[in-house]
């Protein structure tokens, strides 16, 4: 019979830090390497045991589009980064350096070891303390002294690790788990999936392969149209337990090694364990039987080996906070660019498939089509999506930040994440020495210090206050 239990105990509490990141993936990575080389005292806490996230444990190796076809708009921190793994050897060996300098909806491969040994470097470098294997599973939350008493102050968090759980005391916060952790403990407004929304796009598990001859795999690859044909057929004939048409395909990181982003997992709730680890089990399976596809019907793949599955469930969606500002698919469609604007993209409303059928795949490729910026295009991501309504010393980078599914879509990936992780850092450093809050911090000073930093940010005109969405202050 369950019940309720409480639970009560006596911890260590540790010494004050400027800046406790939770969540070291793509977002939480950038937000403390950058807060760290702007000399603040930073905690990062993953729970795995590298950075990267997505890239690393979830074996995802791959960087979304960078540029629009005539430009790079993502340059900061992951600028940077992109460019020193390009010079160690670390990408794709068949990489042209314009696919993230400028070619249009193009993806930058990468070796996942390589991307866990710059984190590092870059990490160790800018003194960040990184504690592997670390959750946050508790919050202290205040409220703020002073007139406004509807608004929260974090205090510290609760860590667990191997040595047990601790507090922690800081300054300030950033919420970089991709499933909001650290602002639901703290109370924040979040829309979640399935509970907000009606549907939950589906999670996928990708894996490592060797074994392929990608000359011949390059020569006749089976993609799109010519691929969900052929899942169709090995679904009637019994081969498939689900007819998923949408696979992202086989690509390359190496000479005969690449991955392979699929293994569709319909209906995984994120927020719950038991969904979480039902759908484990059932990509592992659906990985297995998709190498069987490969191997029968992809030349150049006849000797297909399967080297692991993911760590990481690839979870597209989960929870968002409720920011300052939500940005939302009409401001994609309309080009939107803001004065406050930490980072401009150009990568189309990617929604998957909810299910199986032929309807939502359908869907899905008139989408695909529908939804494209165009060359040379942008749109524009303001600070306020990483401000949850309501708090002063707390932001949020990557997937969980505020947005409506749309553009979710759109900027849930490594390049932006990592451009909303460095503004987010940023912000905060800036917070500590203007005792500004969240809400109120200057964006003037945010957009030039991040401009200093590398970020590509084209907007002529700049304002000291955050663009704000008036139906969140009602």
């Known amino acids: 019979m369950s019940g309720t239990y409480t639970f009560a105990r006596t911890i260590r509490k540790e010494d004050t830090y400027d800046l406790v990141v939770a969540g070291g993936g793509p977002a939480g990575a950038a937000t403390a390497i950058c807060a760290g080389r702007l000399g603040a005292r930073v905690l990062l806490a993953e729970a795995m045991g590298c950075m990267g996230g997505m890239g690393t444990c979830g074996l995802v190796n791959a960087f979304d ?54 984190l590092d470097e870059y990490a160790a470098a800018a003194g960040v303390e990184v504690r592997f294997f670390t959750r946050v599973v508790g919050a202290e939350v205040g409220e703020t002294a002073g007139a ?12 667990h690790n191997i ?8 300054r300030t916060f950033i919420d970089a788990t991709g499933d909001a952790v650290l602002s639901h403990l703290c109370g924040a407004a979040c829309r ?47 081969n498939l337990s689900q007819c998923d048409r949408h696979v992202p395909g086989l690509t390359a990181i190496g000479q005969q090694v690449g991955y392979l982003n699929a293994a569709h997992v319909f209906g995984l709730d994120a927020t719950n364990v038991r969904s979480l680890s039902d759908g484990m089990a059932k990509g592992r399976r659906w990985v297995q039987e998709l190498v069987r596809l490969y191997r029968k019907h992809q030349p150049g793949c006849e000797r297909m080996e399967l080297v692991q599955t993911g760590w990481l469930m690839g979870v597209r969606e989960s929870r968002r906070i409720l920011g300052e500002y939500e940005l939302t698919v009409a401001d994609y469609q309309n080009r939107r660019q803001f004065p406050d604007q930490i980072g401009v993209f150009n990568k189309y409303v990617d929604i998957h498939p909810y299910d199986d059928s032929n309807e939502q795949w359908n869907r899905y490729l008139t989408d695909a089509h529908d ?14 999506i990483l401000v949850p309504r309501g708090f002063d010393n707390l932001w949020t980078a990557g997937r969980c930040a505020s947005t409506d599914v749309g553009v979710q879509g759109a900027i849930r990936v490594m390049p932006s994440s990592a451009m909303m992780g460095q503004a987010a850092g940023t912000a905060a450093v800036q917070a500590i020495q203007t005792r500004a809050t969240a809400d109120t911090l200057d964006t003037e000073m945010l957009v030039t210090t991040l401009r200093r930093q590398g970020a590509h940010l084209p907007q002529k005109m700049l304002t000291r206050r955050m663009t704000t969405t008036a139906a969140n202050r009602q």
């Open 192 to 238: 979640t999936a399935g509970v907000d929304s009606p549907n939950i796009m589906p999670a996928s598990l990708a894996s490592t392969h060797a074994g392929i001859d990608f000359d011949r795999y390059a020569s006749g690859s089976l993609w799109g149209q010519d691929l969900a044909s052929v899942i169709e057929a090995e679904y009637a004939a019994g």
């Open 371 to 384: 939804k494209n910026l165009g060359e040379g295009e942008s749109f524009g991501i303001p600070y306020g």
């Open 65 to 118: 589009p960078m540029a629009n076809g005539k430009e790079m708009l993502v340059g900061g921190f992951m600028r940077e980064l992109v460019e020193a793994m390009y010079a160690r050897g670390f990408l794709n060996p068949r990489i042209d350096p314009d696919a993230w300098r400028k070619k249009y909806m193009w993806w930058t491969q990468f070796q996942g070891e390589g991307l866990k040994l710059m």
């Open 148 to 159: 406004d008493a509807a608004r929260r102050r974090v205090d510290g968090v609760v860590l």
């Open 163 to 170: 040595e047990g759980l601790s507090f922690v005391p800081a």
